[in-house]
Nanobody, 120 residues
Framework: QAPVVESGGGLVPAGGSLRLSCGVS????????VGWFRQAPGKEREVVAA????????YYSDSVKGRFTISRDNTKNEVYLQMNSLKPEETAVYYC?????????????WGQGTQVTVSS
């Protein structure tokens, strides 16, 4: 079983919203901070949000701050990314991964990701 499984992507118009889900498996990884990343065509993968293992600390990149909200439910081993006011340039494959310092370094194999397409 892959350590992470992402879901919830889709096609939305600009200004729309989506909620992504990330299932984290493995006893080790459920005690990690988790980050959401995205990779647009022709661009490098970038971290957009992260949350500590207990949910008390969060990080957002400047580009999504105020529009995206990361949360987690450790009883379900799931992490969520609520994305509001989506922009066409945010079309990308979104991934999640347990992360560790420095710089939210991914700790597990990448999953398949979930495609988010924002139409203009």
């Amino acid at each position: 079983q892959a350590p992470v499984v992402e879901s919830g992507g889709g096609l939305v118009p600009a200004g729309g919203s989506l909620r992504l889900s990330c299932g984290v498996s493995g006893r080790t990884y459920t005690r990690y901070a988790v980050g959401w990343f995205r990779q647009a065509p022709g661009k490098e993968r970038e971290v957009v949000a992260a949350i500590s293992w207990n949910g008390e600390s969060t990080y957002y990149s400047d580009s999504v701050k105020g529009r995206f909200t990361i949360s987690r439910d450790n009883t379900k081993n799931e992490v969520y990314l609520q994305m509001n006011s989506l922009k066409p340039e945010e079309t990308a494959v979104y991934y999640c991964n347990p992360v560790a310092p420095p710089n939210y370094r991914p700790q597990a194999a990448w999953g398949q990701g979930t495609q988010v397409t924002v139409s203009s």
